[in-house]
């Protein structure tokens, strides 16, 4: 066992963990964070999404030992005083029916938001191809992403 | 889940430490860069390596140098970073049809190159590009570094040219002598993330010359030479193309699998062969290309 240290969610944490542990089984065990959900555990789903200094990974196929010293954002950390404008247009869209891949895509869109403020349809639907969606069939989610990329404009 | 079994993890800060890590260690050891087919294998059981070493803090493996003959990409950097990178959008837009079409963005920003060769299996997207341009793998062992030119590369699935002690320390890729017009076509079963049914890579130039090269049609990713010798010069009427895609029989052998049939893999690959010739000519005279929307808006 080992003592990393790192950012989570804007605030620094220490946690003890051994090589074969992975990124996802100790955000959601050991430091309490839930909205990263477990689904193939081989990187096609998505439900596991974070944000590694900023960038979206697959934390099912990250090990927790390789984040030492970097930084990871969580749909807790983006929301911490209020819903962001987009989680209020998913509300708004009714986007998402059973909610096992919004935290996912609520990230994957935070990222590309962040770096292209005004994406084409495209551009979002290349943004959230591999966040998998077996409820509401994606228009939704595409419609309040379309929405909030408008207002901005 | 945590694996199963329980490794020893380093992350070396320069490459004379990992070489001497990999060179005590060797078959015993992974390396482990971007993660996402390793960790995938090593939860599946597939390698169960007693040391598991990350290059992620070697400084010099995370740039993409530009020489005054090739460009030099380090084994750190990822798809993301392909896909991001001016002098691969104008210089190879081959790698960069390829790049976009390897998994997805959550995936592309930590799978690197090198690693997706080090993994060698045949439906490798990044293949057809690397073996259209002449790449080379230098590797490196405590020995020295070596150039391994990519058609000896590859040597069955998941098997390739590297010995237990090297190490993949960059992707050589030169700059081509004239003009050419290159394109990659990648068909899956659906939009988003999938493996190749068939990947095809081409590239022509304004004398008619040709290279062509396929994955997920053979055991390894492979130059099509004998259809590039019978094209050599000719104009691509409607009757060389059929005469293509009989040569073109002979010249992959794809298997069935979970993706796909054996007769539907030789069938769509005359299509993309068509179809691909036809948008690499395109590209040449300056055209726009969407690679994804030729195939039915299926990549």
């Known amino acids: 066992m080992k003592e990393i240290s790192l950012i989570l969610n804007h605030e620094p944490r220490t946690v003890m ?57 969580t749909v807790e950390g983006i929301s911490q005083d209020k819903l962001s404008t987009l989680q209020e247009a998913f509300i708004e869209f009714n986007s998402f029916q059973c909610g096992y891949c919004a935290p996912g895509i609520i990230l994957a869109v935070t990222e590309l938001l962040e770096k292209h403020p005004h994406p084409s349809l495209e551009e979002i639907k290349e943004s959230i191809a591999g966040n998998l969606c077996r409820c509401t069939g994606y228009t939704p989610i595409f419609d309040a992403i379309m929405a909030v990329s408008k207002e901005g404009k | 889940m945590a694996m199963a079994h329980e490794f020893r993890y380093e992350r070396p800060g320069t490459l004379k430490e990992a070489l001497q890590l990999l060179g005590e260690h060797r078959e015993k050891c992974r390396i482990l860069a971007g993660g996402t087919d390793l960790i995938v294998n090593m939860k599946e059981g597939m390698v169960a390596p007693e040391l598991v070493i990350d290059i992620k803090d070697i400084p010099d493996l995370k ?20 896909i991001a990178s001016d002098v691969i959008i104008n210089g190879f837009p081959i790698l960069h049809d390829a790049a976009k079409t390897v998994a997805s963005t959550g995936v592309r920003s930590r799978a690197t190159l090198a690693g997706n060769l080090a993994s060698a299996v045949p439906s490798l997207d990044s293949a057809p590009a690397l073996l259209v341009h002449d790449a080379c793998v230098e ?100 009757q060389v193309i059929s005469q293509a895609k009989e040569i073109m029989r002979e010249e992959i052998a794809p298997i069935t699998d979970i993706r796909a049939s054996k007769e539907y893999r030789l069938h769509v690959s005359g299509v993309m062969l068509e179809r691909g010739l036809k948008a690499a000519f395109d590209r040449l005279q300056n055209r726009e290309v969407h690679p994804q929307k030729l195939l039915g808006g299926i990549a």
């Not at chain 2, 993409?64 to 990409?73: C, G």
């Not at chain 2, 022509?204 to 090269?213: G, L, P, Q, S």
């Open chain 2, 139 to 238: 590797a490196a062992s405590l020995q020295g570094t070596r150039m391994i030119p990519i058609q000896e590369f590859f040597l069955g699935p998941r098997k390739t040219a590297l010995l237990p002690d090297e190490i993949i320390l960059s992707i050589h890729l030169p700059f081509p002598d004239k003009k050419q017009g290159e394109v990659y076509l990648k068909l899956g079963r659906y939009g988003g993330e999938d493996l190749a049914q068939a990947g095809w890579g081409f590239v022509v130039d304004a004398d008619r010359n040709y290279k062509i090269a396929h994955c997920a049609l053979a055991a390894t990713p492979k130059r099509a030479l004998k259809i590039e010798q019978f094209l050599c010069g000719k104009e691509l009427t409607p």
């Open chain 1, 17 to 73: 963990v051994a090589p074969n542990e992975i990124l996802l089984d100790v955000l959601r065990e050991k430091l309490g964070v839930k909205s990263p959900k477990c689904g193939c555990e081989r990187g096609d789903c998505g439900a596991c999404t974070v944000l590694l200094d900023g960038t979206c990974v697959r934390s099912c196929l990250v090990l927790a030992i390789e984040v030492e010293g970097h930084e990871i954002t």
């Open chain 2, 63 to 82: 740039e993409i140098s530009i020489h005054e003959h090739e460009i030099v990409i380090g084994a750190g950097i990822t798809f993301a970073d392909l």
